[in-house]
């Protein structure tokens, strides 16, 4: 089986250093043959965002152009449905057949609330999910909801090397570079005037300022 890909989804609102590490080190720690971004158009776990999905989308093109490892699946962004992550894994298992091993990317916090997500159980008979924490703080079954913990107790993989295995249905965990940034952070100082260089790409906070984005209202 050829390398897995990594699946990496999310609203970008903006896209910071946080995603990009995440990103680029799961590529190393889990010998992905690269990372395909999928910007939500209509992400269903949270109010409607305040820039539009094109403009989501063309921050996650400045931020990712420079690494060939990187590509950019649009799909979401023109669709008119809510993003919902077992559709996007849906049509991409028939875009790319049953055989390739997909990857998905996620950090502990989403993980752990995994099964408020649509059809999550789902997500494995499409995907292996790989679990990003905080060094010294790995994910434990019980910290986990009830449901999850089962899955996970199951499903987990002693090493990244069990992604090349399958297709699809494991769990695998790994620890990244702690970056204590967040997107709701960012639009914060940006609403209040403040500076939000070093937490973002230039490019991407040259396009904010350009078009006045996350100005306070």
């Known amino acids: ?29 889990l010998d992905l043959a690269g990372v395909r971004w999928i910007p939500a158009g209509q992400p269903p776990h949270r ?21 060939s490892k990187f590509s950019i699946d649009a799909s979401e962004v023109a669709a008119a449905a809510p993003s919902y992550t077992v559709h996007t894994l849906e049509r991409l298992r028939r875009e790319l057949g049953d055989g390739p091993s997909l990857v998905l990317l996620v950090g502990a916090d989403a993980f752990a609330g995994l099964p408020t997500w649509h059809r999550w159980r789902d997500i494995f008979a499409l995907a292996h ?7 010294g703080f790995p994910v434990e079954a019980a910290s986990l909801p009830q449901d999850l913990a089962g899955e996970f107790a199951d499903r987990r993989l ?3 090397a069990g992604l090349k295995q399958a297709p699809a249905g494991g769990i695998v965990t790994f620890a990244m570079t702690q970056l204590a940034i967040s997107a709701t952070q ?13 937490l973002l790409p230039d490019g991407v906070l040259d396009y904010i300022q350009a078009n006045q984005l996350y100005k306070s209202t």
Do not use: C, K
Not at 53 to 58: I, V
Not at 186 to 198: D, P, T, V
């Open 1 to 29: 089986m050829s390398e897995p890909l990594g699946l990496f989804g999310g609203t970008f609102d903006p896209v910071h250093f946080g995603h990009l590490r995440l990103a680029e080190e799961s590529i190393d720690h």
């Open 47 to 67: 109010g409607v965002p305040q820039v539009t999905a094109e403009q989501r989308l063309e921050m996650v093109r400045r931020s990712t152009a420079n690494n």
């Open 129 to 135: 999910v790989a679990v990003s924490h905080r060094p």
């Open 158 to 160: 002693a090493d990244a």
């Open 186 to 198: 960012i639009r914060r100082l940006l609403a209040n005037g403040q500076s939000a260089r070093y």
